[in-house]
């Protein structure tokens, strides 16, 4: 994973999501402006945003923290760390004019998120930059938020989207 894909993909998905909330306030996407949850949903939604703010927030900046002095898991964690803050921050800015755009940019980034996951998990597989006890480490935190990441892709096109259609 480079800077130059995680920042082509940033922009891309700005743009597809300006696009998106542009289409949608003017009525020609049928999607609803807001999310509409029921109650069950909504508690679900509550917990589910605790677990992320645990498994992907929480243990990767700790995983970062704890092996800052390897380039390469630097690298593979800041950039995971940034697209997540890139996602909050957008998803906060962009709540305001249109709430349920909120899911379109959690898909275009959970999708990202998930490949990105994926990529580096091949990648410290086929390097030794690690010794073995630390590949272990890395390789479970990197199977974690995958399996995690992945579950959230699914609770969205579950939950969510028909929650805005």
Same mark, same amino acid.
């Given at each position: 994973? %480079? *800077? $130059?894909? %995680?920042?082509? =993909?940033?922009?891309?998905?700005?743009?597809?999501?300006?696009?998106?909330?542009?289409?949608?306030?003017?009525?020609?996407?049928?999607? !609803?402006?807001?999310? /509409?949850? !029921?109650?069950?949903?909504?508690?679900?939604?509550?917990?589910?945003?605790? &677990?992320?703010?645990?498994?992907?927030?929480?243990?990767?900046?700790?995983?970062?923290?704890?092996? =800052? $002095?390897?380039?390469?898991?630097? $690298?593979?964690?800041? &950039? #995971?760390?940034?697209?997540?803050?890139?996602?909050?921050?957008?998803?906060?800015?962009?709540?305001?004019? &249109?709430? +349920?755009?909120?899911?379109?940019?959690? %898909?275009? #980034? @959970?999708?990202?998120?998930?490949?990105? &996951? *994926?990529?580096?998990?091949?990648?410290? $597989?086929? @390097?030794? =930059?690690?010794?073995?006890? /630390?590949?272990?480490?890395?390789?479970?935190?990197? *199977?974690?938020?995958?399996?995690?990441?992945? +579950? /959230?892709?699914?609770?969205?096109?579950?939950? +969510?989207?028909? +929650?805005?259609?």
């Amino acid at each position: 994973m %480079t *800077w $130059k894909t %995680t920042f082509l =993909f940033m922009v891309l998905a700005t743009l597809v999501v300006i696009l998106v909330g542009w289409l949608t306030s003017i009525g020609i996407l049928p999607i !609803s402006q807001m999310i /509409n949850y !029921s109650d069950a949903g909504l508690r679900f939604i509550r917990v589910w945003i605790l &677990l992320a703010i645990a498994i992907g927030l929480i243990v990767p900046t700790i995983t970062f923290v704890i092996w =800052f $002095k390897y380039p390469e898991i630097r $690298k593979i964690f800041g &950039l #995971y760390l940034l697209v997540l803050i890139i996602q909050i921050v957008t998803e906060q800015i962009v709540s305001i004019w &249109l709430p +349920s755009l909120v899911v379109i940019i959690g %898909t275009l #980034y @959970t999708a990202f998120r998930v490949w990105q &996951l *994926w990529h580096e998990q091949q990648f410290i $597989k086929s @390097t030794d =930059f690690v010794e073995r006890g /630390n590949f272990r480490i890395i390789s479970s935190v990197l *199977w974690l938020l995958l399996l995690f990441w992945s +579950s /959230n892709l699914i609770m969205l096109l579950t939950l +969510s989207w028909p +929650s805005i259609l």
